[in-house]
């Protein structure tokens, strides 16, 4: 059953801490991708990264950066949160060619 | 650049009702392929429909789409709406250059009322 996890679900952290976002796949995907979902905006996309070591930036990239050291493991980093980074991450992966997105459970991230 | 366009951010039918919720693209890829998520409250997105072949309806769980190429479109269709349908609906194409890049449309929020 093909599977995209997500650690923690929730997070509660003050202004200026350090926030790290894991998300894992089973599937061996090669492509994983970070989002944040806001009402009224969608999904945006923060970064993709296409293999280990291999990422790039999306369309909200400032802020954030990540980490792919193995095919099934790919971290989101806020280095010294801001109030507006309060949101909801979604972590998928794609097998690639056109495939689906398969999407993890979301992580519930409240910055004070 | 690539982009999805979901004009309705909401939508609002009575159940048993025909709803359709519009998608339409912008591409310069060749190879392209359709998609239609759907989000239950506090759920992750889910995929509902994938399409690459032109004019070729696509149907899951009552709902179905067609790829027109002709008028850059995929819109989401169900002919009677029920009160689970109640979700938010995204849109979204990947490109086929050998990367898995993604173009999600804005989403819209369908109601279905009783």
């Known amino acids: 059953d093909m599977k995209v996890t997500q650690m923690p679900r929730y997070l509660i952290k003050r202004m200026g801490e350090n926030v790290l976002l894991e998300c894992g796949q089973d599937m061996s995907h090669e492509t994983m991708y970070w989002y944040r979902q806001d009402p009224g905006l969608g999904l945006q996309l923060i970064y993709i990264s296409y293999d280990v070591d291999s990422n790039s930036e999306g369309d909200i990239p400032k802020g954030y950066r990540v980490s792919r050291k193995k095919r099934e493991h790919f971290s989101l980093i806020l280095d010294s949160a801001k109030t507006n980074q309060t949101s909801v991450y979604f972590c998928?992966?794609?097998?690639?060619?056109?495939?689906?997105?398969?999407f993890g459970p979301g992580t519930r991230l409240l910055v004070l | 650049g690539d982009s999805v366009t979901q004009t309705e951010g909401l939508v609002t039918v009575t159940e048993g009702l025909p709803v359709k919720l519009n998608c339409t693209y912008q591409?310069?890829?060749?190879?392209?392929?359709f998609f239609w998520y759907v989000q239950y409250l506090n759920e992750a997105p889910q995929v509902l429909l994938r399409?690459?072949?032109?004019?070729k309806r696509t149907e899951h769980q009552g709902f179905h789409a067609t790829l027109h190429k002709s008028s850059s479109s995929f819109h989401l269709q169900k002919s009677s709406a029920q009160l689970s349908d109640s979700a938010l609906y995204y849109c979204?194409?990947?490109?086929?250059?050998?990367?898995?890049?993604?173009?999600f449309g804005k989403g819209t929020s369908l109601t279905v009322i009783p």
């Open positions: 998928a992966s794609s097998p690639g060619n056109q495939d689906t997105q398969y």
């Open positions: 399409s690459s072949t032109d004019n």
């Open positions: 979204a194409l990947s490109e086929g250059t050998g990367y898995q890049n993604f173009y």
């Open positions: 591409t310069t890829y060749l190879t392209i392929a």
